[in-house]
């Protein structure tokens, strides 16, 4: 018996102990590719989708400055606060639709990080918007304001809009 254990036998061949593919290579390659045609149809798909959305539809720049208008007015009687608030938004809404602008969804500190916000109208424009836009966070977040800023509160922003609604075609 001890010398069965140092006796050499053959090896037993790998191959029946091996579970053979269900498909041949061939039939891999060619699901291969066509998951590959898969992917590329649907995002050739996805890109034209993207490439034929609908044109914007024009926006009536007078109807949005009377709405804005509107709504400034009307906050005339409502506590500091309140109106302030309201002519923000109308300022950011009227911005939003005539010009594009994303300040209607940004914080009052990102429309002044962002350096291309309202680049299309003249830099003394620019300037009166953010000051203006600035005043009425103050008064919405009751932080300290310049003395003048309660002054001419009513009409401020009435006068911004304005300015804003005349340059929009020089923009």
């Not at 009377?66 to 002519?87: C, D």
């Not at 003395?147 to 401020?156: K, L």
Request: net charge negative; aromatic share 6%.
């Amino acid at each position: 018996m001890e010398g069965d254990a140092l006796q050499l036998r053959d090896l037993v061949p790998a191959e029946s102990l091996l579970s053979h593919p269900g498909l041949p290579w061939w039939a891999w390659a060619l699901i291969g590719a066509g998951a590959t045609l898969l992917v590329l149809a649907v995002v050739g798909l996805v890109r034209r989708k993207k490439r034929q959305s609908p044109p914007p539809l024009p926006v009536d720049a007078d109807l949005a400055y009377r709405e804005a208008v509107g709504v400034i007015e009307e906050s005339a009687g409502l506590p500091q606060r309140e109106a302030a608030m309201r002519a923000s938004g109308a300022i950011r809404l009227y911005l939003a639709k005539v010009c594009e602008d994303p300040s209607l969804y940004e914080t009052h500190e990102e429309f002044l990080a962002r350096h291309q916000s309202l680049e299309r109208f003249p830099e003394t424009t620019r300037e009166q918007v953010s000051m203006l836009l600035t005043q009425l966070a103050a008064l919405k977040y009751d932080r300290p304001v310049s003395p003048g800023a309660h002054a001419d509160f009513a009409e401020r922003p009435l006068a911004v809009l304005r300015q804003l609604h005349q340059q929009r075609h020089a923009a």
